[in-house]
RNA sequence: CGGGCCGUAGCUCAGUCAGGUUAGAGCGCCGGGUUGUGGUCCCGGAGGUCGGGGGUUCAAAUCCCCUCGGUCCGCCCA
């Protein structure tokens, strides 16, 4: 036998009924972010490799995590590791007016070695609103992130929010604190020292113990914040008061993405035990457009990941109802000739219907209509065929058959199914 | 990239420590009991290069080495 392949390391295949959850948890995104006025985006899996490169070269995902390789025309392209710069790129392409609201679903790409939560292939939904740089713009995409969640079902969620500032508060602070920690390095972790300098903020945001009880009276950038960047991180405050969002201020929070400016946020699932338990994270980025060669254009949005919603889901027991499987199955012992055309006749009226195969015994087939879920079966057996009728029978119930003219099928299962409906 | 645990039937696992007759169970699947009727029950059946390679041995699922994969932690992130 030839060998058998698998699925690549940190890749998984997604069958049903499992993927039925995916179609939910995706029909959910598109609701909510459709009825804000957030159309769908799709842009290519793969760019040059340079559109996430001028994500910052500080940014783990970009400097060593990328999914990157040479075409046939030897262009250095990247597998897409996250969603916001493809975002912008094409934004940056087609100069669309303003605000450009989008939502977008997509696989992401980063070379790393998988755990719970956490592959090398993942998929995240996510949202973006590019070319205003109003507060309560951050504020719509938080709380309509929110409120996905909400209708997801899922009740364990925090926020954490956090202020960058202004381009030039972050960078400020970046340098206040480094040289804050650089007369400190004894006391960190041994660990986290390389980070002191080059990357300063994500010390603070170390769970290593050591380096916590250090930094507990570092200085906190929001503290330093000028006054634009103070104005609008109240904004965004005092928004997600007005429409319910709970939040908590962490001004230690950091973010893999070094582009983010003013908000940044993360929810976090507390059902998830796990390492890896953000559900969803983003912030605003008012110099990306212009680092990838385009106008200045603020920009704010988010990714969120759909593996680990479903994992919070399964903790939570949420989005467990899904809608798989059909209304009516055929069951046809005659030869296949009336299993064929009645589930088409069927199909083609609007009723979802399937049958067996294989021309198999009536015993065989019924258990395959049990399994399958279905509400209906339809029986025709010789004796059907020569009155020209189909038996009905109520899977549910299991109680009774009717026998129905062939020519009125169609509408007595319409009439049959809705009545159901209301059950 | 550093470390722990685990790979036996489609799935969940026993058997591995103390090597030894045709490698087992439950569930699932297929068939029969009911020559046209599912879900319960009964009977039977199919299905395994014991992840892969090498080594030790008269003999390896079992011991040793390598390798691939899974899983979990650190790190990082969704």
Same mark, same amino acid.
């Given at each position: 036998?030839?060998?058998?392949?698998?699925?690549?390391?940190?890749?998984?295949?997604?069958?049903?009924?499992?993927?039925?959850?995916?179609?939910?948890?995706?029909?959910?995104?598109?609701?909510?972010?459709?009825?804000?006025?957030?159309?769908?985006?799709?842009?290519?899996?793969?760019?040059?490799?340079?559109?996430?490169?001028?994500? $910052?070269?500080?940014?783990?995902?970009?400097?060593?995590?990328?999914?990157?390789?040479?075409?046939?025309?030897?262009?250095?392209?990247?597998?897409?590791?996250?969603?916001?710069?493809?975002?912008?790129?094409?934004?940056?392409?087609?100069?669309?007016?303003?605000?450009?609201?989008?939502?977008?679903?997509?696989?992401?790409?980063?070379?790393?070695?998988?755990?719970?939560?956490?592959?090398?292939?993942?998929?995240?939904?996510?949202?973006?609103?590019? $070319?205003?740089?109003?507060?309560?713009?951050?504020?719509?995409?938080?709380?309509?992130?929110?409120?996905?969640?909400?209708?997801?079902?899922?009740?364990?969620?925090?926020?954490?929010?956090?202020?960058?500032?202004?381009?030039?508060?972050?960078?400020?602070?970046?340098?206040?604190?480094?040289?804050?920690?650089?007369?400190?390095?004894?006391?960190?972790?041994?660990?986290?020292?390389?980070?002191?300098?080059?990357?300063?903020?994500?010390?603070?945001?170390?769970?290593?113990?050591?380096?916590?009880?250090?930094?507990?009276?570092?200085?906190?950038?929001?503290?330093?914040?000028?006054?634009?960047?103070?104005?609008?991180?109240?904004?965004?405050?005092?928004?997600?008061?007005?429409?319910?969002?709970?939040?908590?201020?962490?001004?230690?929070?950091?973010? $893999?993405?070094?582009?983010?400016?003013?908000?940044?946020?993360?929810?976090?699932?507390?059902?998830?035990?796990?390492?890896?338990?953000?559900?969803?994270?983003?912030?605003?980025?008012?110099?990306?457009?212009?680092?990838?060669?385009?106008?200045?254009?603020?920009?704010?949005?988010?990714?969120?990941?759909?593996?680990?919603?479903?994992?919070?889901?399964?903790?939570?027991?949420?989005?467990?109802?899904?809608?798989?499987?059909?209304?009516?199955?055929?069951?046809?012992?005659?030869?296949?000739?009336?299993?064929?055309?009645?589930?088409?006749?069927?199909?083609?009226? $609007?009723?979802?219907?399937?049958?067996?195969?294989?021309?198999?015994?009536?015993?065989?087939?019924?258990?395959?209509?049990?399994?399958?879920?279905?509400?209906?079966?339809?029986?025709?057996?010789?004796?059907?065929?020569?009155?020209?009728?189909?038996?009905?029978?109520?899977?549910?119930?299991?109680?009774?058959?009717?026998?129905?003219?062939?020519?009125?099928?169609?509408?007595?299962?319409?009439?049959?199914?809705?009545?159901?409906?209301?059950?």
């Amino acid at each position: 036998m030839a060998e058998m392949f698998q699925a690549p390391k940190g890749t998984r295949d997604i069958l049903p009924p499992e993927s039925d959850r995916w179609q939910a948890l995706v029909a959910v995104f598109a609701d909510v972010f459709g009825r804000a006025g957030y159309g769908l985006v799709q842009s290519p899996m793969f760019e040059d490799i340079g559109v996430f490169q001028r994500l $910052g070269e500080g940014t783990e995902v970009v400097r060593k995590e990328m999914y990157d390789f040479f075409d046939k025309g030897d262009r250095h392209l990247a597998l897409r590791p996250e969603g916001t710069a493809p975002v912008v790129r094409a934004f940056n392409q087609h100069r669309p007016t303003v605000p450009w609201k989008v939502w977008y679903l997509t696989p992401c790409f980063r070379y790393e070695e998988p755990q719970a939560g956490r592959f090398r292939q993942h998929h995240q939904v996510g949202a973006e609103a590019i $070319g205003s740089a109003d507060p309560d713009l951050d504020v719509e995409v938080i709380a309509l992130q929110h409120d996905f969640y909400r209708a997801l079902g899922l009740n364990s969620l925090t926020l954490r929010l956090n202020s960058m500032g202004s381009p030039g508060d972050r960078q400020a602070y970046g340098g206040q604190l480094a040289a804050w920690l650089g007369e400190r390095l004894g006391q960190l972790d041994e660990a986290d020292r390389a980070n002191a300098a080059e990357h300063p903020l994500r010390v603070l945001d170390s769970k290593r113990e050591r380096t916590m009880a250090a930094v507990a009276d570092a200085p906190l950038i929001t503290d330093g914040l000028s006054a634009d960047a103070a104005a609008h991180f109240e904004r965004v405050q005092a928004g997600l008061e007005a429409l319910g969002v709970a939040y908590e201020i962490d001004p230690r929070l950091v973010r $893999g993405l070094d582009y983010y400016t003013h908000s940044t946020w993360e929810f976090a699932a507390g059902a998830l035990t796990s390492a890896q338990n953000a559900v969803g994270g983003g912030g605003r980025y008012d110099g990306l457009a212009e680092s990838l060669g385009g106008k200045p254009a603020p920009g704010v949005g988010f990714g969120a990941g759909i593996e680990r919603i479903l994992l919070a889901a399964d903790a939570e027991d949420a989005l467990t109802e899904t809608s798989g499987g059909v209304d009516v199955f055929v069951v046809d012992v005659t030869g296949g000739d009336a299993g064929r055309d009645l589930t088409f006749e069927l199909r083609r009226n $609007g009723i979802s219907a399937d049958r067996s195969f294989d021309a198999r015994s009536m015993k065989a087939q019924m258990k395959v209509a049990d399994r399958s879920g279905a509400r209906l079966a339809l029986l025709v057996g010789e004796d059907e065929v020569a009155a020209g009728t189909v038996t009905l029978r109520d899977l549910r119930s299991g109680e009774g058959q009717t026998s129905v003219s062939r020519s009125e099928v169609v509408a007595k299962l319409a009439a049959k199914l809705a009545e159901g409906g209301k059950l």
